[in-house]
């Protein structure tokens, strides 16, 4: 409904509100508690008022051309503000995972775009909603279309999203590891912030700079994955190319200062940084059309597309910088990885979790 929609879901959703980490790097580990992925049997162009259409009007503020000048490496395009702060490509190949991405972000939540109690927008018309490494803004504009009264803002190392957008929905170019100066007038109801693991070195930091630009009673949310592999089976076993790239990937992350497998974390630095309600939705969700449940297996399909596209977004820059990678040792690794989630007699299992908090009222 895009709106008060804070319950679970029945999609093998998990709501956790004990504060206790899980060890989630055992490779037959779960991620939490939550149900086994059942295997299947193996025998079974109008114009639109509501829209911005003059080329830049969806940016907010000055941008110089030097925002444009991305650099290349490895065949892959990256932003060039604050260049090489930010691991992942840019280009259309990584636009194209971020859509896709998106969408089963949606499948898993049944259409939702968050799992946080927004205030109905009819009894709060003038909502503030920030989105933070909003990437090609995609779910800031579906936002804006849910909330049509509110005031949604994204902001992004890349100005790679669309100039036809809502009238109420709005980028900027920013890094959210700089000091925010959101003024108490600017001061947001809701802050969200989707697969951004691998883009803080403090992430203590972070939380008090969401916390201070929140309104009192206003809700953060963090949607993440694990960056690992985990199974039910023995399947991780049988995936030797896949647990040394999560192992390198997770490595290469650390020694570059901004470890990417921190998903498990977020609900405990939200505690830590004074949030109440704390809660926490983990999904497990396929790689591959093998699971039984129709919607788990609609999701697995797209989840093996998305994954393959995400090893070569993921391994270039990092592990050419910090292993110092060949072009070929990288294609080598990828490919490995690759065909192991392709193999229809592996059944891998990814981690997505949903994590919501609250800025107390006093």
């Known amino acids: 409904t895009g709106q008060g929609d804070n319950e679970g879901g029945d999609n093998n959703g998990n ?14 580990n779960t991620g939490g508690d ?13 114009t639109d008022s509501a829209y911005g259409t003059e080329a830049g009007s969806a940016y907010t503020g000055s941008m110089t051309s030097s925002v444009f000048r991305y ?8 932003h060039a503000y604050r260049e090489g702060k930010y691991v992942l490509p840019n280009d259309d190949a990584e636009q194209e995972r971020l859509n896709l991405q998106h969408h089963i972000w949606r499948l898993i939540l049944q259409d939702r775009l968050h799992t946080a109690p927004l205030p109905d927008p009819d009894e709060n018309p003038q909502l503030r909603i920030l989105d933070l490494g ?14 049509p009264t509110a005031q949604v803002y994204g902001i992004d190392l890349s100005p790679i999203q669309p100039d036809w957008v809502p009238n109420n929905c709005r980028f900027h170019v920013d890094d959210f590891e700089d000091e925010w100066t959101y003024s108490d007038t600017e001061k947001f109801d809701y802050i969200h912030g989707r697969a951004l693991s691998g ?5 203590p930091r972070f939380y008090q700079r969401v916390k201070d630009s929140l309104k009192p009673g206003g809700w953060v949310e963090m949607q993440e994955y694990d960056a690992w592999i985990f ?10 190319w896949t647990m040394e790239y999560v192992r390198k990937l997770d490595g290469a992350s650390r020694t570059y200062g901004k470890p990417i497998n921190v998903a498990k974390h977020h609900k405990t630095w939200m505690v830590e940084a004074g949030f ?19 919607l788990l297996k609609e999701m697995g399909r797209f989840e093996l597309i998305h994954m393959q596209m995400s090893v070569d977004s993921h391994t270039p820059a990092l592990f050419s910088r910090v292993y110092d990678y060949t072009p070929d040792q990288i294609r080598i690794l990828s490919e490995g990885v690759k065909r192991e989630f392709r193999d229809k007699s592996l059944r891998l299992i990814k981690s997505y979790r949903f994590i919501t908090g609250r800025n107390p009222t006093e």
């Open 71 to 78: 650099k290349y490496e490895n065949g892959r395009r990256y």
């Open 276 to 294: 109440e309600n704390a809660r926490e939705i983990v999904y497990r969700i396929p790689i591959g059309a093998w699971a039984k449940d129709p």
């Open 134 to 147: 909003t990437g090609t803004g995609i779910w800031a504009i579906d936002m804006a279309d849910r909330f």
């Open 231 to 240: 199974s039910d089976d023995d399947s991780c076993d049988r995936a030797p």
């Open 34 to 46: 939550d149900g086994d992925v059942e295997e299947e049997d193996a025998s079974t162009s109008d």
């Open 199 to 203: 883009t803080s070195a403090d992430w």
């Open 15 to 28: 709501d956790d509100d004990d504060d206790d980490d899980n060890d989630d790097n055992n490779n037959n």
